[in-house]
C-alpha cells in the first residue's frame, strides 16, 4: 500500500514553467514504477510520462516531448514533473500513479493514485 500526496500546481501564463511533485508514504516506493496522467473536463484521463523503479528508463507522450521531464528520488520517496514551456492545452488535472511492476501508458495498469492538482495555462 503506498499513498500519494501531490503538489506544484497552480495557475501559469503560457510560454511558464511549473514543477510538480508527489510524495510516496512508505518504505517500498522504489518498488514501484511511478507515472503522472492528466485529465481535462469531459475528457478521458490520459497518459503524460512515466519512469521506471529505477529511474532509468523514462517515457512521454508525445505532446509533451521536448517540454516536461519526470524524474524520482528514490532516498526521498519523491517524483517530480518539470514542465517547461506550458501550453493552454496542457490545462488539466495532473495525477500522480504508482504501479507494483514495470512502467506503463495505461491508466488501468496504476494501482495507487493522489488526489490531483490542478494545472490552468492561461493563453
Given amino acids: 500500500?503506498?499513498?500519494?500526496?501531490?503538489?506544484?500546481?497552480?495557475?501559469?501564463?503560457?510560454?511558464g514553467s511549473l514543477r510538480l511533485s508527489c510524495a510516496a508514504s512508505g518504505r517500498t516506493f522504489s518498488s514501484y514504477a511511478m507515472g503522472w496522467f492528466r485529465q481535462a473536463p469531459g475528457k478521458e484521463r490520459e497518459f503524460v510520462a512515466a519512469i521506471s523503479r529505477s529511474g532509468i528508463n523514462k517515457e512521454y507522450a508525445d505532446p509533451v516531448k521536448g517540454r516536461f521531464t519526470i524524474s524520482r528520488d528514490n532516498a526521498k520517496n519523491t517524483v517530480y514533473l518539470q514542465m517547461n514551456t506550458l501550453k493552454p492545452e496542457d490545462?488539466?488535472?495532473?495525477?500522480?500513479?504508482?504501479?507494483?511492476l514495470f512502467r506503463s501508458r495505461s491508466?488501468?495498469?496504476?494501482?495507487?493514485?493522489?488526489?490531483g492538482t490542478q494545472v490552468t495555462v492561461s493563453s
Fill in 91 to 100: 490545462t488539466a488535472v495532473y495525477y500522480c500513479a504508482a504501479r507494483n
Fill in 1 to 15: 500500500q503506498v499513498q500519494l500526496v501531490e503538489s506544484g500546481g497552480g495557475l501559469v501564463q503560457a510560454g
Fill in 107 to 115: 491508466p488501468s495498469d496504476y494501482n495507487y493514485w493522489g488526489q
